[in-house]
């Protein structure tokens, strides 16, 4: 019987290609397309997922929770887990909680009804206590989030490290007066980028100014209202952190519409690398999140647990961040000056 990999073989592919062409991925050329179905036909491949999924009890549905689809951060996380799950001959569905615990519930219902095979959780509402209930009907990763009580797969960034290196930036570029915004401390996420946020202040002396931390961004729309709440501040900061590139972009558009100059009336900084921190003007500096790695060792970890049938065994897989500094932070002319000088010392 032909397998997928004589398919690729002989269509001179690799197996990934061949598989998405059998899963309708929008992003395979017409050319590569009659290659895979020539070599289907020429092998007598014939894929049937309804009878697999019958012999193997399963449904062949992952499931990927996310509180908003329209974050570009898990737009890109979503994308790179759809591939990465298709390659693995699985189909994704992607449910937005939109922050609401009961939602998140209602979701996870999906694994104890059988409708799914597993759960990747990209963000945290509830108690882990409540969710760990859950994995008596299958296995369940975090990506993204973290809980120090998680009894599964944990696959994240040191968000920590993160909002240091962020607020490191800042201070090493002469700020005293800086801010910091977020979606809400109710984010596990949050809560580590504000502490090492916090812990670069006090390295460098420096106190926060309890007036300066915004906890209620998220989007661009937000962005433009911590500006407006800077505007009318007396004693402005001279920086933010934003743990969020939409937020940092929105707080760079509405200062540039009344005539502020970035960075030299307010140097912002935001965080995850995102599409629009290269296209805004200024480009913004931002922390860099391994996005399709992250997508890529969540999906493998979901399925060998679903292989394995270990669905409590903790397993954590820390992957680094990066700052990347462009002209949000610094001057177009200094760029890279500063970026030579983080080479030299690295």
Not at 149 to 177: C, F, M, S
Not at 253 to 273: K, Q
Not at 277 to 304: F, K
């Amino acid at each position: 019987m032909s397998t997928i990999e004589d398919v690729a073989r002989l269509a001179g592919l690799s197996r990934t290609t061949v598989s998405r062409v059998i899963n309708n991925h929008p992003y395979v050329s017409i050319e590569k397309k009659q290659l895979v179905i020539s070599a289907m036909n020429q092998l007598g491949y014939v894929p049937n997922s309804a009878a697999r999924s019958l012999r193997n009890q399963k449904t062949g549905m992952l499931a990927v929770l996310i509180p908003r689809i329209t974050n570009p951060f898990f737009s890109q996380l979503i994308e790179s887990m759809e591939i990465e799950a298709s390659d693995k001959g699985y189909q994704l569905i992607v449910c937005q909680t939109r922050y609401s615990k009961k939602k998140e519930l209602t979701y996870l219902n999906l694994l104890k009804t059988k409708q799914v095979d597993g759960v990747i959780m990209a963000s945290i509402q509830n108690d882990w206590e409540l969710i760990e209930g859950y994995l008596q009907y299958g296995p369940i990763i975090l990506c993204n989030e973290e809980d120090e009580n998680a009894t599964v797969p944990v696959i994240h960034v040191n968000q920590e490290y993160g909002g240091y290196i962020a607020a490191k930036h800042l201070v090493d570029q002469g700020h005293q007066r800086i801010a910091f915004s977020c979606r809400s401390l109710q984010s596990k996420v949050a809560k580590k980028r504000e502490v090492g946020f916090l812990k670069a202040l006090k390295e460098a002396d420096l106190t926060f100014d309890e007036n300066f931390a915004f906890r209620d961004a998220a989007s661009i729309q937000d962005g433009k209202e911590v500006f407006h709440r800077i505007r009318e501040m007396k004693d402005k900061p001279s920086a933010i952190f934003s743990s969020g590139d939409e937020v940092a972009a929105g707080i760079i558009s509405e200062a540039r519409r009344y005539g502020w100059r970035i960075p030299e009336d307010l140097a912002v900084i935001g965080f995850d690398n995102q599409a629009i921190a290269e296209l805004m003007q200024p480009t913004i500096s931002t922390v860099h999140q391994p996005i399709q790695q992250m997508a890529s060792i969540a999906l493998a970890t979901l399925v060998d647990r679903l292989h394995s049938k270990k669905f409590h065994l903790r397993q954590d897989h820390i992957l680094t961040v990066e700052l990347v500094i462009r002209e949000s932070t610094v001057s177009q002319n200094n760029v890279q000056l500063v970026e030579g000088d983080l080479q030299a010392q690295g």
